[in-house]
């Protein structure tokens, strides 16, 4: 499905990156993992070439500029091209300084904006001229269910990632007359490490899981399948939409 196609996913060491990474190689890409934590991006090479796959690890932080600059050079010598990019990279700080408005740490706020929102567009911002020269591409960025259904009390978050989704719509715009399409997915509640708080604790998992309106938790392996297709021609009426692939959380009120 994406034989020939060069892709790079930032967060890419870790859950829901992790598995893009993988789904992307797996439907035929060439993949660059890019993400600071480089021990997990190398098993995640591993685990891609074991597959029968091609991928490369590049350290990346997403919130210094020039490294996204220079990820998006090491795609297209590397592979010759860029035609995928996943922004996923993303940080939560709940009870280490996001919070509610008058409770955050100003320097945690400028955090969570810089690594979510901030690195989504220091990476478009280069990956688009290489996507043009390639002859075209995908953005997907993540967002989350907070882009349109914060749950309170993590007003940063919520925040950075209603500024993925209206910097998705608008990007999409401009990108289209381009060959580019850009789309944002916003799960749920997801069993990553991110969520560590939440699936390490029976009471809350159970909770978050009957939020879903199968009753059932998140794989991240169910939102590398989404990127895949988003990746694809198979979605080429889809520029600038929020998928909220989130099992129906942002679909229907709750019983109290
Ligand atoms: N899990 C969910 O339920 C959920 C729901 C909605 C949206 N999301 C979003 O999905 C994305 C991935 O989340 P996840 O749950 O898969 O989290 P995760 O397991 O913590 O993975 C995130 C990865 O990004 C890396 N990272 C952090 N800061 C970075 C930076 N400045 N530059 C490059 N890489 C960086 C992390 O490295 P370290 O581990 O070393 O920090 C980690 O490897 C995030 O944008 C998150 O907001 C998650």
Redesign the pocket.
């Known amino acids: 499905m994406l034989s020939g196609r060069v892709a790079v996913v ?10 893009s990474a993988e789904a992307l190689a797996r439907a035929g890409a060439s993949v660059v993992v ?4 480089e021990v ?2 190398r098993s995640v090479v591993d685990s891609i070439e074991a597959d029968g796959g091609s991928a490369i690890a590049f350290r ?5 500029h020039e ?1 996204c600059a220079a990820l998006m050079k090491r795609a297209v010598d590397a592979f010759g091209a860029l035609h995928i990019l996943h922004a ?5 700080l709940p009870f280490r300084g996001d919070g509610f408005a008058p409770d955050i740490d100003p320097e945690a706020w400028d955090r969570v904006i ?3 929102l901030s ?1 989504v567009f220091y990476c478009a911002h280069y990956a688009i001229p290489a996507m043009i020269a390639s002859g075209g591409g995908s953005i997907i960025n ?5 882009a349109t259904l914060p749950l309170g009390g993590l007003d940063g ?1 919520a925040a ?2 209603g500024g ?1 989704a209206m910097l998705t719509k608008s990007m999409a715009a401009g990108c289209g007359p381009l060959g580019i399409r850009v789309n944002a ?11 560590e708080m ?1 699936f390490g604790n029976a009471d809350l998992a159970a909770a978050f899981a009957s939020g879903h309106a199968d009753g059932n938790l ?1 794989t ?1 392996e169910e ?1 590398g399948d989404l990127v895949v297709f988003l990746a694809s021609d198979a979605s080429r009426s889809l520029n600038g939409a929020l998928i909220t692939c ?1 099992r129906g959380w942002t679909s229907f009120k709750r019983p109290v």
């Open positions: 930032t967060g890419a060491a870790s859950g829901i990156g992790r598995a890019a993400d600071i934590d997990g991006s990346t932080d997403v919130t210094e490294e996923n990279a993303g940080i939560a810089k690594v979510n690195g993540t967002a989350s269910s907070m978050y950075s990632k993925v997915i916003g799960p749920g509640y997801v069993d990553t490490p991110m969520n939440i998140q991240s939102i989130d």
